[in-house]
């Protein structure tokens, strides 16, 4: 009987300890999701650094852009196909930080924006090419011929602005009717990428309103960049910043070599255009003021 007490007992003891052991490698193993979670972080973080820069270049050296208006050729959907492929490839880059939903609406949002510019140019009958889209910079639309005025060049400079309040008006509406945070969040996005752009800085739409208001307002731009670049240290900021100084300097230095008239503007037409940049300017600063306080605040 003593003899088959102890067995009894080793075999006890030999379970427990057993159990003990793989409750420590379970507790060992706990914290493994954790990892895997901050593994993928650094690896999106290292995607998003990467895709930023791919798309600066893909701003900047437009020769990229060969193959793709090539292989649209080829397709017969030309300006379409360029159009198309440069939305996708945005859309791609912002799901990785936001999720595809909003990825679609900023995108949305952006060409809207755009397309403002495109319907007041072809009011003034200038012939520009659809929007063309780069990952975490923007959007842009090309002049295949120049303004002959800066009141042309404001024109069209405020329709970007305008048709994107209204976009943004109608993401605040529907959020309201539906008590949506999404909604909500996306009419912040279209409140502040109008205000932004109405930062008087060339070649931001403001910078291009305010040569028919008063070049001078461009000094209150480069200020505005200035302190955006410190407090944000954005380097898209820096770029813009740089591109208006080039522009404020190139455009005092030759003054006396402008084209005869080019920045001659009427008095009726500057103070309408000057009613219409700080409504647009107010309105959208006030909502963008108040969906940041709402959305921080839920």
Known sequence: MLSEDSKNKETLNSELIQKHYEAEEVMVQEP???????????????????LAVLG???????????????????????????????????IASYTFIYGWKYAVGIVVLIFIHEMGHLYFARIRKLDVSLPVFIPF????IRMKEQPQDVKTESFVAVGGPLIGLLGALICFMIALIAHSAFWAALAYFGFFMTVFNLIPAYPLDGGRIAASLSPVMWLVGIVAMVLVTIIFFNPIALL??????GKAWKVWKNRDQQPEGYYQVERSFRVKMAVAYFLIFAVSSFFTFFLHELLLNR
């Open 32 to 50: 493994e999701p954790v990892q895997a979670e901050a593994r993928t972080e650094n690896k999106r973080g290292w995607w998003v650094g990467i």
């Open 56 to 90: 600066l270049l893909f701003g900047k050296l437009k020769f990229l852009l060969g193959p793709v208006l090539f292989l649209a050729k080829l397709l017969k959907l030309g300006k379409f196909m360029t159009t198309g492929i440069s939305m996708v490839i945005m």
């Open 137 to 140: 910079v923007g959007a842009f």
């Open 240 to 245: 813009i910043l740089i591109v208006a100084v």
